[in-house]
């Protein structure tokens, strides 16, 4: 269910992009050895809880989020929900998480780090399935706002 949601939202955005599936690609690893890339390529979604609200943060598959940067821009500390948790509001199973197609509206950030690459793989939905995007058209599809909250 959670890929049709991303081919939903795809063509709800008039974007005739391929979703790639692979055997496995629910870690950075395993998604960047399937898609013969870096893990810096792959474009990791995380999500956080706020008190009782969520923001979603992409950012370079090789970097981590830094806790000192993530407060001082939420002014809470960084949060990851339980595995459930994260399915109810996104729609999507941990390792499959995206910003694509979301059950409900999700505040999305895009970390400076994606903006060393031309093109980066998010992940489609499913623990095997990753999308080929510009990062110019993956800040048009999340309408994300651009942030520093990653480890240099």
Same mark, same amino acid.
């Given at each position: 269910?959670?890929?049709?949601?991303?081919?939903?939202?795809?063509?709800?955005?008039? %974007?005739?992009?391929?979703?790639?599936?692979?055997?496995?690609?629910?870690?950075?690893?395993?998604?960047?050895?399937?898609?013969?890339?870096?893990?810096?390529?792959?474009? %990791?979604?995380?999500?956080?809880?706020?008190?009782?609200?969520?923001?979603?943060?992409?950012?370079?598959?090789?970097?981590?989020?830094?806790?000192? %940067?993530? %407060?001082?821009?939420?002014?809470?500390?960084?949060?990851?929900?339980?595995?459930?948790?994260?399915?109810?509001?996104?729609?999507?199973?941990?390792?499959?998480?995206?910003?694509?197609?979301?059950?409900?509206?999700?505040?999305?950030?895009?970390?400076?780090?994606?903006?060393?690459?031309?093109?980066?793989?998010?992940?489609?939905?499913?623990?095997?399935?990753?999308?080929?995007?510009?990062?110019?058209?993956?800040?048009?599809?999340?309408?994300?706002?651009?942030?520093?909250?990653?480890?240099?």
């Amino acid at each position: 269910m959670s890929v049709e949601l991303v081919e939903a939202f795809l063509k709800q955005n008039k %974007k005739d992009i391929e979703i790639l599936t692979f055997e496995d690609t629910s870690t950075v690893t395993l998604a960047a050895e399937s898609l013969g890339v870096t893990t810096g390529e792959i474009a %990791k979604s995380l999500l956080f809880k706020i008190q009782d609200s969520f923001v979603m943060i992409l950012m370079a598959g090789d970097r981590r989020i830094d806790n000192r %940067k993530f %407060k001082d821009n939420f002014n809470a500390k960084a949060k990851m929900p339980k595995a459930d948790e994260v399915a109810a509001v996104t729609g999507h199973p941990v390792g499959g998480v995206c910003p694509f197609g979301l059950i409900r509206p999700i505040p999305i950030y895009l970390d400076h780090s994606l903006q060393a690459y031309d093109r980066v793989f998010p992940a489609a939905g499913a623990p095997n399935s990753a999308i080929n995007l510009k990062v110019a058209e993956l800040k048009e599809l999340t309408d994300g706002q651009w942030i520093d909250v990653t480890q240099p």
